[in-house]
């Protein structure tokens, strides 16, 4: 548990906003280079080394159940929340229902905006990390932005191809930062890529991508004859939420 002491107190208790000026030299922002210098394998490795540094140093920390961190209103840092991601927080403003109560703690932006990099993509600053969140290990995958695709529309070939990339850069980070022979998380990460665990986590952290992943690369894996079969499509879409009809007729209305 970390303290934060508060920089002033109002009487009405109200949340002060601040524009914060970043400075060049402290680095610019991933989004500003990222489509015209991803082609750029010195630059991709730099800032794979780096993120893979950040995810290590993050997953050694244990906490005793899954959610986020948040802080309370004595400004200290405790796991009380539900995991919240930036694909839930869109989905609730949009009015699509995700049957996750605020109040429940399980037991057991932009994706480059917020990432600050040099001009040889070193990575300087990273703000904000409000939508990181307390996961089991299954769920440290490599990014799914390597490919500057949606992740329902991700090509297995190009994506397959930088994650091994990406995985090179993180295992040897991980050789570099382990003092002991504990958890590899690479093993985890390459076994779940091996196994279509990848897929399942996915799908689970998006969604409103979940139905693309599913029927693009979970379903063919347990039966191919349903992936051209439209009665299947008709038959499950009612387990898909609570009174699907009549969010449908909401959506389309």
Known sequence: MVSTKPIFQTKLGGICFWNISIDEK???????TWEASRVNPKLRTNLYRGLSRVMISLAQYS??????????????????SRPL???IHTSENEGIPIPMPRDRTYHTVDAHSNILVDEDWNVKHII?????????????????????????????????EQREEFMAAFEQEERSMSHCECIRYSSAMNRSWEIGTFWYILALQNPTALHAIFYNRIQAVFSKEHCDDEDFYLETYPYWTHCANDFIMMKIK
Do not use: C, K
């Open 26 to 32: 402290q680095g610019q922002m991933l989004s500003d």
């Open 128 to 160: 904000d990390l409000e939508w990181a969140a307390v996961l089991p290990l299954t769920f440290m995958q490599p990014l799914s932005w390597l490919t500057n695709e949606p992740v329902d529309m991700i090509s297995l070939d190009s994506y397959s």
């Open 85 to 87: 991601t930036l694909d």
């Open 63 to 80: 906490f005793p159940r899954i959610g986020s961190l948040v802080i309370d209103d004595h400004g200290f840092v405790q796991l009380e």
